[in-house]
């Protein structure tokens, strides 16, 4: 269990002037911006060390997939302090929260947990969890929607906030099932006219957003092959299903086929991770095991994907004799933007960091539970570059090293406070 922190807590531990301790430079109101509403750049400065300590903290204690207990305790707190009443999903480790009053409600969201990972770093706020580790940004996800929630909380208290704005935040992004349908379950979309987020994207330089309207990340899927068969010696394949042979057909043949019965255009990708079978050189095994991703960047294509692989695997071993069980597991669906929410987070990202920092975001082949928000209400998520200048090791996302250039929080929370102010403010939806 770890230790509850509270941004009063961090303040006070660290004292007046602390960002120098904390971070390199908390960032300025980016030249070419628009200011805040609110004199909430100011506010933001202020706060700057406190969200940079509470990053820090969750990245020291990090709590895996379905475990986001104290993690979404710290939110709950803080949110409670700002005046807002936020609720705990029903298994206490995820938090939903309103803010402000209207009828048709903005929802902004954030994922809570960490990796199975080791933490590699060298830095006073490497992980105290064995074999847990922020690796993929979900600590930066949770602190930006935070310092974003209160910020409107200080809106909303002015009646500068034009419309009601939910903040989710969501465990158990990184395993299937994820957490995005029990959030949907426990009324986290009810009345939500369009959502948004933003990902932790380490191969843009820091202050840069990188959008993408349509298909953003792919399906994926886990599938796994059991063939099985009566086994016999080497020297005398005829005589048995060769097993192996057999293996290899569903190998090269069924990504090859299924490459060829889908829409070039629907992306689809199909590899194997993990392979077995036999022992011994002169022995034809009686079971061999296949285990593999499949990803999709088309919603129909996805919806196709199931039956087709499975006929395919089947077609492939027919003729060796061997008999195929095929166990094909739903992921997540592909995160597919929608075009007016794209449309009004980039100029919302714009507004907030200056129009030159938003670049065109590349489509990536992993998964992300966000889909599932997408497959009932509009909505969007853009990448937010955390790369740190200067540094000779290129970082990816589930690295045991990754970590962040921190200035990107403050610019996150300007820009998921600008894509609230500019959604409640649009008729659109």
């Known amino acids: ?28 109101t980016p030249a070419g911006a628009d200011p805040l509403p609110g004199q909430l750049d100011r506010w933001l400065a202020s706060r700057g060390a406190e969200l940079v300590a509470v990053r820090r903290h969750i990245h020291a204690h990090p709590e895996l997939s379905g475990q986001e207990f104290e993690t979404s305790a710290l939110v709950a707190r803080e949110l409670t302090k700002a005046g807002l009443s936020p609720r705990m999903l029903p298994k206490g480790n995820g938090v939903m929260c309103d803010i402000g009053y209207g009828d048709r409600v903005i929802a902004l969201r954030a994922d809570l947990d960490a990796l199975p990972l080791p933490d590699t770093k060298d830095v006073p706020y490497r992980s ?30 002015r009646d500068e906030l034009p419309g009601r704005v939910r903040l989710l935040f969501q465990p158990a992004e990184e395993v299937m099932p994820s957490g995005a349908p ?45 063939l099985t068969g009566a086994g016999g010696h080497t020297a005398r394949p005829h005589l048995t299903a060769d097993l192996v042979h057999a293996l290899g ?23 194997w991770g993990a392979v077995r079978a036999g022992e ?23 919806r196709e994907v199931p039956d087709l692989v499975t006929k395919l695997i089947h077609d492939v071993t027919a003729p060796t ?44 082949m992993g998964g992300e539970d966000f889909a599932f928000y997408l497959d009932q209400v509009p909505g969007a998520m853009v990448r937010l570059g955390v790369g740190i ?27 998921m406070v600008q894509t609230a102010l500019a959604a409640t403010s649009a008729g659109a939806f």
């Open 280 to 302: 011994a050189v002169n022995a034809i095994p009686i079971e061999g095991v296949a285990k593999g991703t499949v990803r999709v960047l088309s919603r129909d294509a996805w």
């Open 182 to 226: 029990e959030v949907i379950a426990a009324g986290g979309l009810k009345d939500v006219a369009a959502i948004f987020a933003l990902h932790c994207a380490p191969q843009l330089p820091v202050g840069l957003v990188g959008v993408r309207s349509g298909p953003l990340t792919a399906a994926t899927d886990k599938i796994e092959v059991r």
């Open 389 to 415: 200048p200067g540094s000779d090791t290129k970082l990816d996302i589930h690295q045991s090293a990754f970590d962040i250039d921190e200035r990107a929080i403050g610019y996150g929370v300007r820009v």
């Open 128 to 157: 105290t969890v064995d074999n847990a580790c922020h690796a993929c940004g979900h600590d930066v996800h949770t602190t930006v929607l935070l310092g974003a929630g209160l910020a409107l909380a200080q809106l909303a208290e």
């Open 321 to 364: 004799g061997a008999h195929a069980e095929v166990t094909y597991t739903r992921g997540v669906p592909p995160v597919v933007n929608d075009r007016l929410a794209t449309a009004i987070i980039a100029g919302a990202a714009g507004a907030a960091l200056g129009p030159e920092r938003v670049i065109e975001a590349e489509i990536s």
């Open 1 to 28: 269990m770890t230790r509850a922190l509270t941004l009063s807590d961090t303040a006070v531990a660290h004292g007046p002037g602390s960002i120098s301790k904390l971070t390199s430079s908390w960032p300025e």
């Open 249 to 271: 057909r569903v190998l090269v043949d069924v990504p090859s086929l299924l490459d060829r019965r889908l829409d070039a255009r629907a992306g689809v990708s199909m590899v």
